[in-house]
């Protein structure tokens, strides 16, 4: 099936039906969000890492919905108004999740990194060669202190 027709497809579904299978994906998609961003909390980063595949496939077909749903909109509000009401108030609370999880995402990687560079720079520091320098302290070279030590930024 074409593109051309999976989009007429959608767009002529009936009203109900359509708003429906749009409810159901954003419910799902809500859901799973709202799973990793438990799992994030609780420091369980490779638990929620396995959600992805999940949430990007959930995204997408909420996504699809949504756009046959804004391409129909006048049909819709006609036809299912109470339909376009929920799915309003499902896509807030979409919203009000995206929000949250992008919030708990940015302290996980902040932590992350964090650590890494403390961990780094405590590497760097036992591996480095103890001389006295000039004043009669021990000299730091901060630009050995992360050798030997990488970090993944893909989360």
Same mark, same amino acid.
């Given at each position: 099936?074409?593109?051309?027709?999976?989009?007429?497809?959608?767009?002529?579904?009936?009203?109900?039906?359509?708003?429906?299978?749009?409810?159901?994906?954003?419910?799902? !998609?809500?859901?799973?969000?709202? /799973?990793?961003?438990?799992? $994030? #909390?609780? @420091? %369980?980063?490779?638990? *929620?890492?396995?959600?992805?595949?999940?949430?990007?496939?959930?995204?997408?077909?909420?996504?699809?919905?949504?756009?046959?749903?804004?391409?129909?909109?006048?049909? !819709?509000?006609?036809?299912?108004? /109470?339909?376009?009401?929920? $799915? #309003?108030? @499902? %896509?807030?609370?979409? *919203?009000?999740?995206?929000?949250?999880?992008?919030?708990?995402?940015?302290?996980?990687?902040?932590?992350?990194?964090?650590?890494?560079?403390?961990?780094?720079?405590?590497?760097?520091?036992?591996?480095?060669?103890?001389?006295?320098?000039?004043?009669?302290?021990?000299?730091?070279?901060?630009?050995?202190?992360?050798?030997?030590?990488?970090?993944?930024?893909?989360?």
């Amino acid at each position: 099936m074409t593109a051309a027709a999976r989009l007429n497809a959608l767009d002529t579904l009936p009203a109900d039906e359509l708003c429906q299978l749009a409810a159901t994906a954003l419910a799902a !998609l809500v859901d799973v969000m709202n /799973q990793e961003t438990t799992l $994030l #909390r609780a @420091g %369980h980063l490779r638990q *929620a890492s396995v959600l992805t595949p999940d949430k990007a496939r959930l995204a997408q077909d909420y996504v699809g919905f949504a756009r046959s749903v804004q391409r129909q909109t006048e049909r !819709l509000k006609r036809d299912a108004p /109470q339909a376009i009401d929920r $799915l #309003r108030h @499902g %896509h807030e609370a979409l *919203a009000t999740q995206m929000a949250e999880n992008l919030r708990v995402l940015a302290t996980a990687r902040n932590v992350t990194e964090d650590i890494l560079t403390d961990v780094a720079q405590i590497v760097g520091q036992q591996n480095k060669a103890r001389a006295y320098g000039r004043a009669g302290t021990i000299t730091a070279d901060p630009a050995s202190s992360a050798r030997g030590i990488a970090v993944n930024r893909a989360l």
